[in-house]
């Protein structure tokens, strides 16, 4: 039988935020920010089955990063939670701030007492009655939870989408500004310049005026459409076009 | 917080790949928050909760309409006056219940979580038949409670978004679902309300003229069915209606059925029986 090693507990923490650190950075970012119809969420996902953005609640959103079967399960898990809670009391009891303590929490235990942490970046995002009233979590591995105010980037090397956004970020922007924003700060990634398209984004909004449940996803026709307005700069004017509203939503 | 969250862990139960159906899933982690947990001993409870009454609905060329009106009775007591029977349950679908009121608001609103829960989920809706069938399991899962005297029966309707049209079902205590051909009506006032129904559907209906068509049925049904409410012009209280259409689901503004149910009353003030079908 052999002994095995001793190593020190800082080296084992340093260990594993280091292993997922760089296996969170393995994957593309996603980004979430303001706009002035609500919360915008952009996610580099090629994929229009495995969502790396979905729907909790009413008005709560989720978007993550890393390892996908890791942060589905964080997400079935905030939706039954949320299901039970709202079921058992009512749908206004259930809080972007009760999810993302639920999440920290279950990442802080993983982290401490799982061999291997989990690599995930997670995003829980309420819109509010009023742009103030909006809340954005961040969640990190180690289940460190930070409050951000307006816009937050996560995964793939997301310093350098923070950066970008940090620049342009309007919080009464249009959605198709918005959109352009967010996109452009996701072609920034690594220091690489790429030119993202419509199959190249998930992209959804909570979208504060809208009645029962806030979230939608915006694919398809109105996305495309939404991506030229914002490129062209004439974002402002379409957000006064009714048709601008409508087009093939899920 | 959930018993079992200790140590900042959810119980396993929240974090497995398991099942969908939010239902099965709160059997699993509370069953003491569904439907039926703690049934009466015995019998004879009939009189602790308040019998929801009439409901109707047709399909219309663009989808379906729902309506009830707004009385729950207590043996020959009026419980309540202004009731609201109707649930959205989701963007393409709605329930109405008669029977036992406590029950069948629960039933409703564990169905609608049922739904949304799925959805969620899955990352896509039930079909309307799932929905449907998922409905039938649900209230055959209070046939315990309906021999203690319970009973409660919903109907459905939906917009098929595959088939592109209004659709109704109706289900019998024991959770027989049955898909229901142009109109239907269930509660106590329904035998009159089917009848009015009868004579007043027709093919390729307006929206308007199917709202005049149920305000029609129900106001038949209260002139026969004591249990039933006709439109209270004095208090304001009017039959509530939902529309469902390719565009969702809509509960129709109150100042609209206020209007039309007023015109309703008036005309039944020269012809009490209301309009009649021609012979031939």
Do not use: C
């Not at chain 1, 260990?15 to 393995?26: Q, T």
């Not at chain 1, 972007?96 to 920290?104: E, M, P, S, T, V």
């Not at chain 1, 954005?136 to 793939?156: H, K, L, P």
């Not at chain 2, 099942?19 to 699993?28: K, R, V, Y």
């Amino acid at each position: 039988m052999s002994m095995p090693f001793y190593v020190a507990p800082e080296q084992q923490m340093k260990d594993k935020a280091d292993y997922a650190r760089k296996g969170i950075a393995r994957g593309r970012s996603a980004v979430v920010l303001q706009y002035d119809g609500g919360i915008l969420m952009v996610a580099d996902n090629m994929s229009r089955t495995l969502h790396k953005i979905s729907e909790l609640y009413d008005r709560i959103g989720f978007a993550a990063v890393g390892r996908y079967p890791e942060f589905e399960n964080l997400r079935l898990m905030g939706v039954r939670f949320a299901d039970v809670r709202g079921y058992q009391y009512d749908r206004s009891d259930v809080s972007g701030r009760q999810l993302a303590n639920i999440y920290a929490q279950t990442l802080g235990t993983v982290f401490s007492e799982s061999l291997k942490p989990w690599e995930v970046e997670i995003v829980v995002a309420e819109v509010g009655d009023s742009a103030v009233d909006d809340e954005i979590y961040r969640i990190t591995f180690d289940g460190s939870i930070v409050d951000e105010q307006g816009f937050v980037a996560v995964g793939g090397s997301s310093e350098h989408v923070s950066t970008q956004l940090k620049d342009r970020f309007a919080a009464d922007a249009t959605l198709a500004s918005a959109l352009n924003t967010a996109t452009r700060a996701l072609a920034h990634e690594n220091g690489e310049e790429r030119e993202l398209e419509a199959g190249n984004l998930e992209v959804a909004v909570l979208e504060r005026a809208r009645e029962h449940r806030k979230f939608r996803r915006i694919h398809g026709r109105r996305l495309r459409t939404l991506l030229d307005e914002g490129r062209s700069g004439t974002g402002r004017a379409a957000a006064d076009d009714p048709d601008a509203e409508g087009g093939d939503q899920e | 917080m959930f018993e079992g969250f200790e140590g900042g862990r959810m119980p396993a139960a929240f974090m497995s790949a398991g099942t969908s159906s939010f239902t099965e899933f709160l059997g699993a982690v509370s069953p003491e928050l569904l439907p039926g947990h703690n049934p009466p001993a015995q019998g004879g409870g009939e009189h602790l909760t308040p019998d929801a009454t009439t409901i109707v609905a047709l399909t219309f060329s663009g989808g379906v309409v729902l309506a009830g009106d707004r009385r729950a009775t207590q043996g020959n007591v009026i419980a309540k006056r202004d009731v609201d029977k109707l649930f959205r349950t989701d963007e393409f679908s709605a329930v109405a219940y008669a029977g036992a009121a406590g029950f069948g608001i629960e039933l409703a609103r564990l169905y609608q979580v049922e739904l949304e829960h799925y959805e969620k989920m899955e990352g896509r809706a039930l079909s309307l038949e799932g929905k449907a069938n998922k409905l039938a399991q649900m209230v055959r899962g209070n046939l315990g409670m309906a021999m203690q005297g319970f009973a409660v029966i919903p109907l459905l309707v939906g917009y098929d978004e595959r088939s592109e049209e209004g659709r109704l079902f109706s289900y019998d205590v024991v959770g027989g679902r049955y898909e229901e051909q142009n109109y239907h009506s269930i509660g106590s006032g329904s035998v009159y309300a089917k009848g009015s129904l009868k004579k007043l559907y027709r093919e390729g209906l307006s929206e308007e003229e199917a709202f005049k068509a149920v305000l029609e049925a129900l106001y038949d049904a209260a002139d026969d069915d004591s249990a039933t409410g006709g439109p209270d012009l004095h208090r304001k209280i009017f039959p509530l209606v939902d529309v469902i259409t390719e565009d969702g689901h809509r509960r129709v503004a109150a100042e609209e059925i206020e209007r039309l149910a007023t015109e309703v009353v008036e005309r039944r003030a020269a012809h009490p029986d209301g309009p009649t079908a021609p012979l031939s």
